[in-house]
Every structure is written in structure tokens, then in C-alpha cells.
């Protein structure tokens, strides 16, 4: 069903509107630091859980943050599984936040780890480090959140995102928290100014609760949310909405252009979606044999192809889909 050749439909959609896809200058490098969660939400593109034990060393941060040091990539961008489930979370972050050229720090939070016991230090952490939130909340109403993450997953959501609003967090402008919505489905999100609107006052009336931004990103067809819509029988219409809705005005925005992913690992990759797809770099910016990120020459990654597979139409669908979101 999934295509991942140089001859997939993407690359042929890609051809028809006269669109290249390639490497710009890196300004975020998104680690994935595991995939070890608290949660086993249906969407969740990295199959992550409780039981996974695939996490990053210490070695390998390491290794990770000389290089970095090196760049000028402004960005450092942390996803998993639940980032702050790895032990070396807190080195990482003070870490980059003392840099001589301190990097804006990201982090991908799945808020119900903030009640988990043994957790309760990461809201004043991150408020500490100044690291701008960005964290799932796929509806501002209770059931299709239990739905989609989990029995229980809302009031936690809403008990944690107090917790942070009374820390500053969506209210003092250092300490962003922006939330992320993805459909409860197969189907594509709504526009992104008007469902923020909807968020803030309905956030605000019930719960008092306060955020930056909204970003909605459309589901990925892969892991277990392909297993998910296999299972109901939505797959194939699923992939043909998002193929019809192929938007060429999307591709100029696309993530994979300035991010680095790297595994937990070190691996590179295009992006956290072809990471899942088990396929990296489609070019020879590292050495030979090597795709690990401390031997990537970023001057040698510039104009790079990236590599594509049918799964790419959901991040081109309608107004496109990134981790920030909304690309037009
Ligand atoms: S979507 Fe996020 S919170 Fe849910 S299982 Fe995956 S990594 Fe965990
Ligand atoms: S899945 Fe999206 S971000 Fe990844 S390579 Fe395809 S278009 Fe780029």
C-alpha cells in the first residue's frame, strides 16, 4: 500500500507540478529519543509504550552534543516516546542551555507524565530551562481525548496544563506552551486559525487554562494508526483523500527541508516519518557507510534530495502538516 521507491506517486506528484524537493539550510535538529511512553495512544506513529525498551544512552548523547555544539542549528527539537521517561533528559537540556550560543530547547510533551509518580519535577524543570512546550491535546472536549489516548487521559491533560499555566507557562511570553491537534481519524484537520479560536475560548471558559499556539497535523498512515485504519477498513480511503488533496504550495514549507531527525540512536533521517518507515537518508552527506549524525557535513547536506514515500501526501494534504503545524 505504502510506496517508498524513487518512483512512488509522491515523487510523481512532486514531477507533474514541477516541484524539487530538497535540502535547505538546517535550523531544527529533532532528536527522537525513544520510545518509551507512559501512553499507547492509537495514533502514534512511533508505536511507543510502557514496554518499549529501545532508549538513548548517555554515550550517545554525548556524541550528539559535540557535534551540535559545532553547528549553528538554532534549534534543538525533542520527541519520542515521552522525552522525559530517558535518564540523561535533564543533562541534555541544561546542557544545550549552556552553549555559548545557548539553542532554543523544544519538547514534544505528553502532559499525563507530569502526574506520574516520580514526574513531578519536570513542569518547574522546564520552566527553569526556559523550554518551550509543545503538547498533544487533540480535542477540548473530554471523550474524543480517552478516545484516542487513553481512559483517564483528559482530566490529567487538564490537571497538568493548569499546573503549567501557574508556573507562567502560556501566559509569561518566555514560556511557550502550544498545543497540537490531530484528527480522531481519517480524515484531514480543519483549518488551523479557526480551531485555535475555538481552543482558547473553550480552554479558557471551562478549564482557565491558557496556551500560545495551536498546530494541527494531520495523522500519518503508518505504525499503529495504519493498523488502526486497516483494521476499520479506512486505509485505502484514507490514502486516496490524501492523495486528492495533494497542495504543491505545501512543499516549499515542508519539514524535511531544514530538520535534522536523528534516532535514538544517532541516525539521521529526513524526518521522524521516515525514521518510522525504516528508511534513511537517500543521499551521501555522510561518509559512505555511516549515517550517524556527528559524521554529517552540513555544508555537503545543502540541496541534498530528500527521500519521499506515498506516506509523504499526508504531510502535503490541504493546507500541509508539520510538527508545527499548518504549512499554508
Ligand atoms: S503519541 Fe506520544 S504520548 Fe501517545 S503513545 Fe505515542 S509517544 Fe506516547
Ligand atoms: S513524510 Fe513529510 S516530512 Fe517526511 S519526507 Fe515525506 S514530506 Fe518530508
Known amino acids: 500500500m505504502i510506496v517508498s521507491d524513487a518512483r512512488n506517486d509522491f515523487n510523481l506528484a512532486l514531477e507533474e507540478s514541477g516541484k ?32 518499549r525498551k529501545e532508549i538513548i544512552t548517555g554515550e550517545t548523547i554525548d556524541r550528539i552534543l559535540e557535534w551540535f555544539d559545532q553547528t549553528d542549528i538554532p534549534i534543538l527539537d525533542m520527541t519520542g516516546g515521552t522525552p522525559e521517561m530517558i535518564p540523561d533528559f ?28 516520580g514526574y513531578e519535577w519536570v513542569p518547574e524543570f522546564l520552566a527553569e530551562h526556559e523550554v518551550e512546550i509543545i503538547a498533544s491535546m487533540p480535542c477540548y472536549a473530554p471523550d474524543n481525548v480517552n478516545e484516542q489516548r487513553g481512559d483517564g487521559v483528559f482530566d490529567r491533560s487538564i490537571e497538568a496544563f493548569q499546573q503549567l499555566n501557574e508556573l507562567g507557562y502560556g501566559r509569561d511570553p518566555k514560556l511557550i506552551l502550544n498545543f497540537v491537534y490531530n484528527p480522531n481519524g481519517g480524515f484531514l484537520p480543519p483549518e488551523q486559525a479557526g480551531l485555535e479560536a475555538d481552543y482558547k475560548r473553550e480552554m479558557k471558559e471551562h478549564f482557565d487554562i491558557d496556551f500560545n499556539a495551536l498546530y494541527c497535523i494531520a495523522n500519518m498512515p503508518i505504525s499503529r494508526f495504519a493498523s488502526y485504519l486497516k483494521r476499520e477498513g479506512e486505509l485505502q480511503p484514507y490514502m486516496d483523500l490524501l492523495r486528492q488533496s495533494y497542495n504543491p504550495e505545501t512543499v516549499g514549507s515542508l519539514m524535511c527541508r531544514d530538520t535534522i531527525n536523528v534516532s535514538w540512536e544517532g541516525e539521521i533521517y529526513d524526518c521522524d516519518f521516515n525514521q518510522m518507515m525504516k528508511m534513511p537518508l537517500g543521499n551521501s552527506a555522510t561518509g559512505a557507510k555511516s549515517t550517524k549524525v556527528w559524521d554529517l557535513d552540513l555544508d ?4 541534498q ?14 493546507s500541509g502538516s508539520s510538527c508545527g503545524g499548518s504549512l499554508s
Open 300 to 303: 555537503a547536506f545543502l540541496n
Open 20 to 51: 524539487l524537493l530538497r535540502r535547505a539550510k538546517s535550523e531544527i535538529l529533532q532528536i527522537n529519543v525513544g520510545k518509551l511512553c507512559n501512553l499507547t495512544c492509537v495514533h502514534c506513529h512511533v508505536n511507543a509504550g510502557p514496554k
Open 305 to 318: 534530495p530528500i527521500r519521499t514515500g506515498n506516506h509523504c501526501f499526508a504531510c502535503t494534504a490541504g
Open 90 to 117: 535533564k543533562r541534555l537540556v541544561k546542557t544545550v542551555r549552556a552553549f555559548d550560543e545557548p539553542r532554543r530547547v523544544m519538547d514534544r510533551l505528553n502532559a499525563t507524565i507530569i502526574n506520574e509518580p
